[in-house]
Structures are given as C-alpha cells and as structure tokens.
C-alpha cells in the first residue's frame, strides 16, 4: 500500500517568512494529493489539492508543488501570519484506491 | 456546521462499557470514514463505507464497529474490547470515490474514566 512521509513533525517561524512542508510518497500510481490544516481543538479543512497532471497549484499565499518523477510533494506558505498556526497534513491517494494515506502532520507555530 | 455532524463533542466511558459516536451528514455523499487521531500519529482509518449496508475495515478496525443503514448515518462503537479508547474521533465524508478532497465532521473527544 501507499505510504506517506512528511517532514518536519514542527517548524517553527517568524511572522511574514515563508515555510514549507515536505511529503514524499511511496506508490507511483498515486494521482491526488491534499493538503488539510486542522487548527487546535478543531476538524481538518481541505486548504489545497493537486492532481498528478499538474506540477504546480496557488491559492493566495498558498501554493502547492508535485515531484512525480521524485514522487515528493510540498505546501509552501508565504508571508506567514500567526493564524496560520496550526497542524497541517499531507495525503496521498493511489490510482488503486480511494482511501488516501495521511502523513503525520507538522505543527507550524507562527510567531507574532 | 460544514454539512457533517459529529456527537457528542466529549464523551466519557467507564471500563468494560460499549459507547455510540454519531456522524449525520446532508451533503449526499456516498462514502463516509471514520478516523481516529492521536498526538504524534496522523490519522488512522477506523472503518470505512462506500455505499449503504455495506462497510470495510480500516488500518485499526479491532474493538471498533460499524453501522450504514443509511446514507446520512455512520456511526461507530467503541466496545469494551478497544483496550486504549482514549482518543479524538473523526468522521469524514466524500463524493465517493476520492476525487475530492474530505469534509470532516467537528470531532468526538472520547475519555475513559
């Protein structure tokens, strides 16, 4: 089955850098990834996505990239603001299957 | 509240007792999951139901069960033979067949006491 690696497990920044998290993955039929931000105490929201037919995907300061060749995939987040505190999650789901594999979150903690 | 509604939000259970956690949703979806969430852990699939009476196990299906005799209702059992039930529950909901992202339930936060 698929597996996900997300690194780091906390990051810790400034307000207003940038900060990037990494997921790499294992099955190369993999074809959706998500990105879910769950802030303390609250449900995971769906914040981006990107699917293995495109390279890379921007939301406002969010932005999405997808190594397929690497099979890696990253969530970078400019000009950073303390509500952007929270744990995020990467999930890879494969071609074979519509249960995506979640990684194990990182703690981002924004500093004002 | 997002479209899917878990209760009760905190739940206490004393040992040996079997609790019901309650997930309702009214977006349609044909499939729902449940999840359970432990610091350090991610998500890790309890049981999962693609259409009505039917349901499949997840990673961590043991001490857990499951229900779907309608499209809006999955809920899950805690038995009394889940040894470590303490954990925050999430149920989740897509289009069903994964080409969208989850919409998640609010969460049942399960305390054995």
């Known amino acids: 089955g698929e597996n996900v690696e997300q690194h780091p497990s906390t990051l810790s920044v400034q307000e207003g850098d940038s900060a990037v998290i990494k997921c790499t993955y294992s099955?190369?039929?993999?074809?959706?990834f998500p990105w879910y931000k769950q802030e303390l105490g609250k449900r995971p929201q769906l914040i981006i996505d990107?699917?293995?037919?495109?390279g890379e995907k921007k939301d406002q300061r969010i932005a999405v990239t997808l190594n397929k060749t690497a099979k890696h995939f990253s969530l970078h987040i400019t000009e950073t603001q303390p509500e952007d505190s929270a744990v995020y999650f990467c999930?890879?789901?494969?071609?074979?299957?519509?249960?995506?594999?979640f990684g194990r979150g990182t703690s981002l903690i924004v500093h004002p | 509240d997002g479209g899917i509604t878990q209760s009760p939000k905190y739940l206490f259970r004393k040992e040996g007792q079997n609790v019901t956690l309650s997930c309702e949703q009214n977006?349609?979806?044909?499939?729902m999951y449940w999840y359970r969430q432990d610091p350090g852990q991610g998500l890790r699939l309890i049981y999962y139901?693609?259409?009505?009476?039917?349901?499949q196990k997840g990673d961590i299906a043991e001490g857990y069960s499951v229900s779907r005799e309608k499209k809006e209702s999955f809920p899950l059992t805690v038995t009394s033979a889940q040894k470590n039930p303490t954990a925050f529950y999430l149920c989740?909901?897509?289009?069903?067949?994964?080409?969208?992202?989850?919409?998640f339930g609010s969460g049942t936060r399960l305390t054995v006491v």
């Open positions: 989740a909901s897509s289009g069903g067949t994964g080409v969208t992202g989850y919409t």
């Open positions: 990107i699917r293995s037919n495109v």
């Open positions: 099955d190369s039929a993999s074809n959706y």
């Open positions: 999930a890879a789901r494969s071609g074979g299957s519509y249960i995506p594999t």
């Open positions: 139901s693609q259409i009505v009476n039917d349901f």
């Open positions: 977006l349609n979806h044909d499939a």
